[in-house]
Nanobody, 123 residues
Framework: QVQPVESGGGLVQAGGSLRLSCAAS????????MGWFRQAPGKERAFVAS????????NYVDSVKGRFTISRDNAKNTVYLQMNSLKPEDTAVYYC????????????????WGQGTQVTVSS
């Protein structure tokens, strides 16, 4: 079983940047598309970005387009989320997950979720 492990969260001022990492523990992410989701207090988990196995196809929620970049290094079994121009509304716990089947924007398409990493953006 593959187990994602997220890192890189923290506290940053509005306008700042963070890079989240998602490393594979156990089996690799080989052959799988991957996704990042986030969950703010009192809200449901929401899609942020996804990337195909090759890295050639990416998708983003409209609110992060032009600010966030998802990438992966398959040799290192790691997926990244570069977050620039952060806003207070980006504050959430960010989760990495393995896409098994279904539409990329749906959390139901994903299994093997990480424990999450907290991102807090102060105004």
């Amino acid at each position: 079983q593959v187990q994602p492990v997220e890192s890189g969260g923290g506290l940053v001022q509005a306008g700042g940047s963070l890079r989240l990492s998602c490393a594979a523990s156990g089996r690799t992410f080989s052959g799988y598309a991957m996704g990042w989701f986030r969950q703010a207090p009192g809200k449901e988990r929401a899609f942020v970005a996804s990337i195909s196995w090759s890295g050639g196809s990416t998708n983003y929620v409209d609110s992060v387009k032009g600010r966030f970049t998802i990438s992966r290094d398959n040799a290192k079994n790691t997926v990244y989320l570069q977050m620039n121009s952060l806003k207070p509304e980006d504050t959430a716990v960010y989760y990495c997950a393995v896409q098994i089947t279904g539409p990329y924007w749906s959390s139901r398409a994903y299994e093997y979720w990480g424990q999450g990493t907290q991102v807090t953006v102060s105004s």
